[in-house]
């Protein structure tokens, strides 16, 4: 049970960091979709997969 609950805690608090994030970028145009991809990446691997999608972002434009 302590898994799951652990688990869900990384699910919406990764929401929540893309979330304050996109309103943190939507005046410089570069907001990351709010997805199942994108918040499961987070969810995993931190703050730096955040960094990376930003630098795809970047790249891709």
């Known amino acids: 049970m302590k898994k799951i609950m652990l688990i869900i805690k990384?699910?919406?608090?990764s929401y929540f960091v893309l979330y304050g994030?996109?309103?943190i970028a939507i005046n410089f145009n570069m907001v990351i979709p709010?997805?199942?991809i994108t918040v499961a990446l987070i969810a995993?691997?931190?703050v730096p997969s955040?960094?990376?999608l930003l630098l795809l972002k970047v790249v891709a434009l």
């Open 21 to 23: 994030y996109n309103l």
């Open 44 to 46: 995993v691997l931190g």
């Open 34 to 36: 709010i997805n199942i």
């Open 50 to 52: 955040l960094l990376a």
């Open 10 to 13: 990384r699910i919406v608090l």
